[in-house]
């Protein structure tokens, strides 16, 4: 009987100096991982450099800008007795619907200063007040113009989602979301030379107000205002808390940012992925609803239901072949990189006008849809538990002799044009050493010719911030 109690007592010692030894080890010195010995950083390079003469912009592209700019040519435009829209005088335009007691805003472009202007003229029209505001969704060139048209007790609406955005944004995250639109915008470059048309529409405001909402709804709002009825509908697409105003009447539609003249923005490359499949879905039921005058929320308004129809099923249709194809892409098992290389529109719909990627990309769009549709994991074993980039490129640098070695086949391949595969070698070099200030200088300059052989908007500007930040590390004026 002391026997056995005896072993019992000794096996109970036994588990718990165990279980303690093990939970010592976790708790010392974490889950078991591989041992790997980190690369020593190589040396800076020392390598001469003239850098190549300043970019010139292409012909083709001046062409292009010059007909961006005169869409930025501040105009107001009839579309009915009583439906105006003033676009051109900052990225984002203002509509007004006048009825006999009074304006409905819809929109209020991104700054007090355009929305004075646009003000202005508005008032050459009409002086009956401002009875409502309404935000199509929670974005910058939306909303902060609101202060201009507001009064207190006008209601301002918006759907609940877009409040929620707003917080998020213009709270929650604000300092990455001004540092993602400058990189956007190109802001974070203030030597650069600019182009002309880049002078023009963005007005954004350091410290911009913000009007909150009074009135929010989850699925639709409607009212009624001087006989004009004014109906709202949460569409997601541009955002989740996105929408629509209907004027069931003369059959105007308001759909915000679901239609602008460029294939959209579906993945802006820094912000949170857009609702994509919801995008086309709601394109179809407008077009179902047969609006006779389309206003939109940037670029010009369509009148006349055939046109309106047109515009918006060859729209829709961009959207899903992109989605339908990342989705085939995924179920047959390639990875984001083959879905980009692999996608692109078909020629009826790369020909479209308002389809032409100016503003959006087709391979960001596949991008963002593929990585909202599936885990960080591609199943392909090295990246489950990647390294940190460093220790590849210095066992690179290293194996190639050094980052002298690459920064030379870098210039060669900068004089030759590649500038893409230049960025990539650069950031090797910086990766393994990031204070390689030659590295940087040599990025910097193959952006800037990127960001000057640009056909679209965010990528000239996406382009023109990398540089900027890259002289900055280089240590070298621009
Ligand atoms: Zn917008």
Known sequence: MKIRMLIIIVQFVLIIVLGAALLTRYVVFGAVEPMVREPKAPGES????????PPRIPSDTISQLVKFKKNFTPTVEK????????????LGSVAMVITDD???IVDTTESREAARAIWERFREITDQPVRYIIYTHSHRDHIFGAPVFYSPGVPVIATEEAVKMMDLYYRELLPFIERSRDNQSGRLAPGFARPLPMKGPFKHELQPELIRPTITFAESYEFELGGTKFELR???GETTGHLMVWLP?????????LYYES????????LEQRPVKDWYEWLDRIVAMEPEYLVPSHNRPISGREAVREVLTWHSRGIRYVYDETVKAINEGLTEEEAVEKIHLPPDLAGRWHLAEVYG????????????LTGWYDGRGAGLNPLPARYVSREVIALAGGADKLLARAIELQKAGEHQLVCELCDMVIRANSKDKLAHNIKAVSLEYMGYQAKNLNVFGFYRSAAALERQAAEVKP
């Open 79 to 90: 579309v009915t007795d009583r439906i105006y829209l003033a676009r051109g005088f900052a």
């Open 263 to 270: 294939f959209p923005n579906l993945s802006t490359p820094m």
């Open 361 to 372: 990309r087709v391979d960001w769009s596949v991008r963002g849809i593929y990585r909202a």
């Open 102 to 104: 009074g304006l409905v």
């Open 249 to 257: 009447e003369v059959k105007a539609l308001f759909p915000g940012d």
């Open 46 to 53: 020392t390598l001469a450099y003239q850098p190549l003469p």
């Open 234 to 236: 949460h569409t997601r």
